[in-house]
């Protein structure tokens, strides 16, 4: 089974990563679910949930924590919705994927997912490629630029935010 795209909650928590196989029996009116350690559980159709309808969203454009732990190494976020409750389920880097309940989750987004901040962002590392000094015997003229290059995520709680996109981050705190 494909956890990016189906989203399996059972009894309230998402299970998906650790399903093999989630089938209806419609004379039994319950879901025959196999687990990755071989075995199958039978649940009432009103204990589970299936969701189809996934969205993609860019990891770089978060930072996301898990009782206090960086999640580190992200290489793909589906997000997934029941009504209020949100769903993401995450691929790390090492092949690992697990799924989440978002309110558990300590999420922060960067502000280069606003165009107009990722506009001036963009204009600030061109500006920073002609700033330097051909003094400096290490020839560092472009040591402003490669500091702008390593920079893909800037939370919406610092100081840049609101130099940044002050109409969208003036108030944040």
């Known amino acids: 089974m494909d956890a990016r795209t189906k989203m399996i909650i059972a009894n309230g ?25 071989g075995k ?22 978060y930072q996301v924590r898990y009782k206090g732990k960086f999640l580190s190494n992200i290489t793909a976020i589906n997000s997934f919705r029941d009504g209020r409750v949100e769903y993401w ?14 309110d558990e989750l300590e999420v922060r987004k960067s502000v280069l997912d606003h165009d107009r901040a990722k506009q001036v962002f963009d ?13 400096w015997p290490d020839d560092n003229s472009v040591f402003l630029l490669k500091q702008y290059e390593k920079i893909d995520f800037l939370g919406g709680d610092t100081a840049a935010a609101v130099y940044l996109n002050p109409e969208e981050f003036a108030n944040v705190r």
Do not use: M
């Open 13 to 37: 928590k998402p299970i998906s990563s650790d399903v093999v196989c989630c089938h209806f029996d419609g004379c039994a009116k319950k879901w025959d679910i196999t687990f990755k350690n």
């Open 40 to 61: 199958t559980y039978h649940y009432s159709k009103w204990k589970v949930t299936v969701l189809k309808e996934s969205k993609s969203l860019n990891p770089k454009s």
């Open 89 to 102: 389920h995450i691929c790390f880097l090492n092949g690992y994927e697990q799924d989440y309940i978002v």
């Open 123 to 135: 204009y600030l590392r061109e500006v920073a490629g002609y700033i330097g000094t051909s003094d």
